[in-house]
């Protein structure tokens, strides 16, 4: 098929910063593309060659959609899978496919998944309710603390708690969850692995992320990741593992816990270009977002391998700060070498609101680090 200057149509489902990314590739090679998100104002927007404006989770809206493009793919996991399933029993291309969409959506199925593939993961417990959890603890089937995971829409730290007392699990909505046995780990650390239809698999560096205390949403991602190379190799096959395991096509960011005993073991994943991939626009020969447009096309896969260290700063709303954004300092993070903001488009900023990122590329890791938290102390993201 000929994708490139063609009547070749890409759909993606979700206008967000990470579909905006991925246009910034489907731009470079004149790609066709389709764009479907509830926001009028989504990101994607000023980048795609058609937007419409719809609810991700609308079997119809959804449906039609599909019917209009070639191959379509998401940016977020909380679309329709039944339209998307409907789709591929019609011909039409998805990927990933709603079966792998499927066993990820649902935390609880996630989790279920790894331990039926011998895939190491935390304990847990699945719960229907919040009196079903309750009932848990009582009968010792569960012990504090804990980590609490919302079966469905978490994402950014949303949706995750720990709880340590009673007083806690008042707090908790009353929804479907799992606890979680808590990890006393060194490390959360990441891969991103790529493969497409012909079950070629790639992966990039092992990443480490350092987590914000307060949002509970990571802050930095740091490429390579400071961990002997024997354990990034351990990390590198558990995640090769789990795409495999999931048949997956595409990107998919593998999300890891190092214990103190230098076990690996398997947190959550996300079926696309993901956060901690974001330092590859700069230090990677190929980026997720190019990667993830080769993967799903049954193009070339690009390599993997980093040009240089690289280190990547979330750039979040201020807590106090809802309104109109105002990006403070921006100017002199600029006139720094290596260093590349990205700025995402959402027009409203809120406290811990993920608004853009900022690349730091250096030949020295420890110094990439210095800049960043250099970085992090200059830029403000604020309100009018």
Not at 20 to 49: F, G, H, S, W
Not at 67 to 83: Q, R, S
Request: glycine share 6%; proline share 4%; net charge neutral.
């Amino acid at each position: 098929m000929n994708f490139f200057s063609s009547n070749f149509k890409l759909g993606i489902l979700g206008g967000g910063q990470l579909g905006k990314m991925m246009l910034y590739e489907t731009r470079k090679y004149d790609i066709q593309t389709y764009v479907l998100d509830p926001n009028p104002d989504a990101p994607c927007k000023i980048a795609c060659n058609h937007f419409e404006q719809g609810s991700l989770m609308d079997y119809e809206t959804v449906y039609n959609f599909g019917k209009k493009v070639d191959v379509l793919t998401f940016e977020i996991e909380t679309v329709n899978i039944k339209a998307l399933a409907d789709l591929e029993k019609e011909g039409k291309k998805v990927f990933p496919s709603a079966k792998t969409l499927e066993k990820i959506q649902n935390k609880g199925k996630q989790k279920l998944f790894y331990e039926d593939h011998n895939i190491p993961t935390a304990k847990f417990r699945r719960f229907s309710n919040k009196a079903h959890l309750t009932e848990g603890i009582t009968d010792n089937k569960v012990k504090l603390p804990f980590v609490w995971k919302s079966t469905q829409g978490g994402y950014d730290g949303k949706g995750v708690s720990i709880v340590k007392s009673g007083a806690d699990l008042v707090k908790l909505p009353d929804v479907e969850c799992i606890a979680e046995e808590m990890i006393n780990f060194k490390n959360e650390i990441a891969v991103i692995v790529v493969r497409n239809p012909q079950e070629e698999i790639k992966t990039y560096p092992v990443v480490e992320m350092e987590f914000h205390p307060e949002a509970n949403q990571v802050e930095y991602v740091i490429c390579p990741a400071r961990i002997d190379e024997k354990i990034a190799l351990k990390a590198i096959e558990v995640a090769k593992n789990v795409s495999t395991a999931f048949e997956h096509v595409g990107i998919l960011a593998v999300e890891m816990f190092l214990t103190q005993n230098d076990e690996i073991l398997v947190n959550e994943v996300a079926p696309r270009p993901h956060n901690s991939g974001h330092y590859s626009i700069e230090a990677s020969y190929t980026n997720q977002f190019e990667q993830h447009v080769r993967a799903i096309l049954d193009l070339p896969l690009g390599a993997t391998e980093s040009k240089v260290a690289g280190i990547m700063v979330n750039l979040v709303g201020a807590d106090g700060h809802t309104g109109d954004v105002v990006y403070k300092n921006i100017e002199k993070i600029m006139a720094w070498s290596g260093v590349t903001p990205h700025i995402y488009g959402k027009k409203q900023t809120r406290p811990f609101r993920k608004m853009g990122h900022v690349t730091i590329v250096h030949e020295s890791i420890e110094e990439a680090r210095i800049i960043a938290e250099k970085v992090k102390k200059t830029i403000k993201v604020i309100s009018r």
